[in-house]
């Protein structure tokens, strides 16, 4: 019987097919997980959308406090962005976002804009916001209208 050369089978490498079945498994694998990946990617957005709105209106309340004037952050609905009155701070929703339920200032009867106002003794109007992503994920935005405080919470 014919003995093998140790050092000549390790040099052969990996065969045609053997390369081919990894990288089946690879991209089967990739498949599985990238559709997850998105859905992380997407409630990540959305909740940092909220956050950077919820720093807004603490930023707001502190602005009134320390101007001793009132401040407002107005939302549009229609168009789901938010900015703070008079100043260049604004943002907006991930595209697909729903606002189910708003508790604002409506200046006008059609509820497409709305605002929060926050006042220099520290209260404010008081509001929430309940918004939807596409996935049907709810969170809730609410500000106390005694102390301003800001809350929120995922579940709405």
Known sequence: MAQRNPLTWRARGFTFLELLAVLAIM??????????LYGG?????????????????R???????????????????????????????GGGWPPG?????AALVWPDDGRRRGYLVFYPDGSSSGGRLLLMDRRGRTFSVSIDIVTSRVEMAAGG
């Open 59 to 89: 930023l707001a309340r502190s602005a009134a406090v320390t101007d001793r004037q009132p401040v407002r952050v107005l939302v549009d609905l229609e168009q789901g962005r938010w900015w703070l009155e008079g100043g260049s701070r």
């Open 41 to 57: 990617l997407e409630r990540e957005r959305f909740r940092a959308a909220m956050r950077s709105f919820a720093a807004a209106l």
């Open 27 to 36: 991209a089967l694998l990739i498949g599985l997980v990238s559709p997850q």
């Open 97 to 101: 976002t729903r606002i189910t339920d």
